[in-house]
């Protein structure tokens, strides 16, 4: 017996034997395919290196499109053939490396996840490749199987129209890619695949959304929320989603107890402040600070003397005097039947801290207009909703109480977008629920068609008042109205 035998166990030796000769052929299977891939990209691409000239992959549109029918010859066959035989034996390579992955010890269990991993992402690559070339279509029909595995069952369109060949940057083109369910049948939902989406402004927006999709996976984001929101509020909405972590405050502390925070300034370190013109709440609450970098709701952060004392009747030093309706004169009108809304304002969520009072649940639609609105309501204990005026409200049809608006949706807004709001309105509330129109202003000369555009909703009048604005000159108006959702039969 040798000496090395006396110290380690048989069994032992015999499986660390297995264990080495595993290993040894995985790393055997992975160089043998990663030479392959390589062949494969050289090849295809010393085929395309004949029809496209390096203009055409700066250009705005997709350089699929410079290629014509009549173009194609046996090389490119022979090109988008051979990468679709790697990503077969891929594919066949990956099946093995599951199969076996449940017999491999722990210490060469690691190294074929990560055999497993590099083959998915060059996978992902190749297909990307094959899917998006026109030659793909005609191909696939010669190998059927392959087939049903990159083009699930779907509505025939063409390849070059497809959304992620207008985009350079990867990250866009694998989001906005159709992605194959894995077991290849339809799921719960009745589709085969998964189609991501993304606003069609994204498409004149393509410099800002490239940069908004430039990071590494799996690292931090850059600190880029207010390019995001430039991209929604110009109609790049909804954004992609990103496989980065976000990134939050450098001193981030718990907030404040719900018994304090409804009514106390949050602390400052809970709030990136790089991209405000003011670093502290205090700095926005100050009514001696002309510059917050807002003008809308420009009190909204002083929550004790401009804040407390809206829409209800206080004693003492604070008083209503600016609200045409209180909270109890609305809800009066449909006493226990307002249990949940929607607040679609510029500010810092009052509204919903005023109802809650009622025991109302109102969800707060806001936007960061120059300062943290959407921190400052979370952090008060309610729930922000990161919304634009452009998107259709993400509520299911005939569920919502009660929507108040104020502040935001004033005599500026067109006519026609006005319309498509107002009915996106009316889907979401209730027969019976409540539209508040809490200060509306407007021109004068305007005043007609934004109560004509009202009126066409056909909704019950409890409250309509019109008043002069008086610090325009008395050029403009406001108009405050409470209207009731009418039933309407199913047809």
Not at 84 to 98: A, G
Request: hydrophobic share 40%; proline share 5%.
């Amino acid at each position: 017996m040798k000496p090395l035998d006396i110290l380690i166990p048989q069994d032992t030796a015999m499986k660390n034997q297995k264990v080495t000769k595993k290993l040894k052929r995985w790393r055997g299977v992975y160089l043998f395919i990663l030479i392959v891939g390589v062949l494969a990209l050289l090849l295809y691409g010393a085929a395309f290196s004949r029809f496209f000239s390096f203009k055409s992959f700066l250009g705005t549109e997709s350089f699929y499109s410079h290629l014509s029918p009549d173009s194609t010859n046996g090389n490119q066959h022979k090109g988008i053939i051979t990468v679709q035989i790697v990503i077969q034996r891929i594919q066949k390579e990956l099946d093995k490396l599951r199969e076996t992955e449940q017999d491999q010890s722990s210490s060469s269990s690691q190294s074929a996840l990560e055999q497993g991993a590099f083959l998915a992402d060059i996978l992902g690559l190749l297909e990307s490749v094959v899917e998006s070339h026109p030659l793909s279509e005609g191909n696939d029909q010669k190998n059927g199987s392959y087939n049903t595995f990159l083009h699930p069952p779907m509505k025939e369109e063409k390849q070059s129209d497809e959304p992620g060949n207008y985009f350079l940057r990867e990250e866009i083109r694998k989001y906005v890619r159709i992605k194959p369910n894995r077991l290849g049948k339809q799921n719960f939902m009745g589709a085969n695949a998964t189609f991501t989406s993304i606003g069609h402004a994204c498409f004149a927006m393509k410099e800002e959304l490239e940069e908004y999709m430039e990071y590494d996976v799996g690292e931090f984001c850059n600190d880029d929320w207010k390019l995001a929101q430039k991209l929604m509020v110009h109609g790049c909405d909804p954004l992609p989603r990103r496989r980065c972590f976000s990134r939050g405050p450098k001193f981030y502390s718990q907030p404040f107890p719900i018994e304090d925070s409804m009514w106390k300034l949050p602390d400052d370190r809970n709030v990136r402040w790089g991209n405000y013109r003011c670093k502290s709440f205090a700095c926005l609450a100050s009514n001696n600070n002309t510059n917050k970098g807002f003008f809308k709701c420009s009190d909204c952060f002083n929550l004790t003397h401009h804040e407390m004392p809206r829409w209800v009747r206080l004693e003492g030093e604070y008083s209503n005097e600016s609200a045409d309706f209180l909270i109890n004169d609305v809800i009066g009108i449909k006493q226990g039947e307002i249990r949940i809304g929607l607040d679609f304002s510029v500010g810092t969520g009052t509204f919903a801290a005023r109802m809650r009072d009622f025991n109302v649940t109102i969800v707060s639609a806001t936007i960061n207009f120059g300062a943290p609105f959407s921190e400052m309501i979370a952090l008060r204990g309610l729930v922000p909703l990161y919304l634009t005026i452009n998107q259709r409200l993400p509520f299911f049809d005939s569920t919502l109480d009660l929507i108040h608006t104020t502040r935001f949706l004033d005599g500026w807004i067109d006519l026609v977008l006005l319309d498509f709001v107002l009915y996106d309105w009316d889907r979401v509330l209730r027969p019976g629920g409540l539209l508040w129109i809490d200060s509306f202003f407007c021109l004068k000369e305007d005043l007609y068609d934004y109560l004509q555009a009202f009126e066409m909703l056909r909704y019950k009048k409890h409250k309509w008042v019109v008043a002069p604005k008086l610090d325009k000159d008395d050029k403009e108006v406001f108009f405050s109205a409470v209207l009731e959702k009418p039933p309407r039969p199913f047809r």
